[in-house]
């Protein structure tokens, strides 16, 4: 049999195969162990993930306290729902949708519409948690030096760009997978991400003139 | 040049970053771009645009994961605490099913005949025979609801 994969397959595209093969154990591995409430993978996936959910739910929220709260609910919501992580998908997108999720019920809660309906500039206006003549939260947050760069040129751009600019190049996500989170179709996603990308890049040069 | 060729570059430039293009694409990007110095500033604007947000650095407040850590070996704890008493709850309701389904057709002939013996209109006696029926079900239902609603509650006390 592994005769057969050797000489069937070539280098790269064979240490491609076992790598999705590996990955698809650790999956299984970390499906079973969330079924199971296993406390020291737990421990460990906090760890393991606080810097990328925190920095999602910053970007995503606008508002330190916030993101730390949805960050200790999102880990509460996993432990609880850990038995319907499908290991066919990547743990983070799972874990970023629970957050994303947890995000638009609180703001449904605060007697708002949702998240999608009120940021997408595509659909109404663009929706800060901030009113929109004052500073966001964000922007206070930030130093001195962080409000000059990217921060800040991201801070001016609608949460629902930021959303998807923050999932393809900081977390690295596929397309399907920021679909996935977002529980929007794939269109959306890349009509989002083209958009942002422009927002983004006129953002930095207003920043820089 | 045409304007054409550069809104296509331009969106080659952003398609390369997010889809990915294909090799001939690449090639006439390339070409266009050692002839065009706008679109090669768009190009170098946008690698240093997510060259930026790549290196983004966030400050974690301190102790965030250990602080995660505990709330949620606590809520594991109280989960553990809580599920014998859901276990037997199940077992009750099945055991209570199990039973209502063996005894069914003797508990309808009791209905029927209670029913004929005080002249009850036999629309009224089954309804009975249905209510006894989902008893069980309706007393699970609301202990569960009860119980969400209860941990909703403490959920946005703990907010």
């Known amino acids: ?209 | 040049m045409n304007e054409n060729l550069h809104a296509s570059a331009e969106k080659l430039i952003a398609q390369e970053r997010i889809e990915g293009i294909s090799q001939s694409e690449r090639e006439w990007l390339a070409t266009h771009l050692r002839e065009c110095p706008s679109c090669t500033q768009v190009a170098q604007q946008t690698s240093a645009a997510l060259s930026a947000l790549r290196g983004l650095p966030i400050p974690l407040p301190r102790g965030l994961a250990a602080r995660t850590q505990f709330r949620v070996q606590l809520r594991a704890q109280e989960m553990r605490e809580r599920e014998p008493k859901r276990r037997l709850l199940w077992i009750m309701c099945a055991m209570s099913w199990a039973l209502g389904i063996a005894t069914a057709p003797y508990v309808w002939r009791a209905f029927e005949w209670a029913g004929e013996r005080i002249g009850m209109p036999k629309l009224v006696w089954e309804m009975g025979f249905g209510l006894w029926w989902t008893i069980p079900a309706l007393v699970a239902a609301a202990v569960v609801v009860l119980e969400n609603l209860r941990q909703a509650h403490e959920r946005d006390q703990a907010r």
Do not use: C
């Open chain 1, 1 to 209: 049999m592994s005769a057969t994969f050797t000489t069937l397959t070539s280098a790269p595209l064979r240490s491609v195969l076992l790598f999705s093969a590996q990955m698809a154990d650790d999956n299984k591995a970390l499906a079973l162990g969330l079924k199971r409430r296993d406390p020291d993978l737990l421990d460990q996936l906090i760890e393991q993930y606080q810097y990328r959910l925190f920095r999602y739910l910053l970007y995503l929220t606008s508002s330190r306290e916030r993101a730390e709260d949805f960050f200790q609910e999102t880990w509460i919501r996993v432990l609880e729902r850990g038995h319907q992580y499908d290991s066919k998908y990547k743990f983070e997108a799972w874990l970023f949708r629970i957050a994303r999720n947890l995000v638009i019920d609180w703001q449904r809660a605060k007697k708002m519409q949702s998240l999608d309906a009120l940021t997408d500039p595509e659909e109404g206006a663009p929706m800060e948690f901030a009113a929109q003549n004052q500073p966001s939260p964000l922007h206070l947050v930030l130093t001195a030096e962080e409000k000059s760069g990217v921060h800040a040129s991201l801070d001016r751009i609608p949460t629902v760009y930021r959303e998807v600019l923050v999932l393809r190049f900081q977390e690295e996500l596929g397309l399907e997978e920021i679909a996935g989170v977002l529980a929007a179709p794939l269109s959306t996603v890349k009509s989002r991400l083209y958009r942002g990308l422009e927002a983004l890049r006129g953002a930095m040069q207003g920043g820089a003139a």
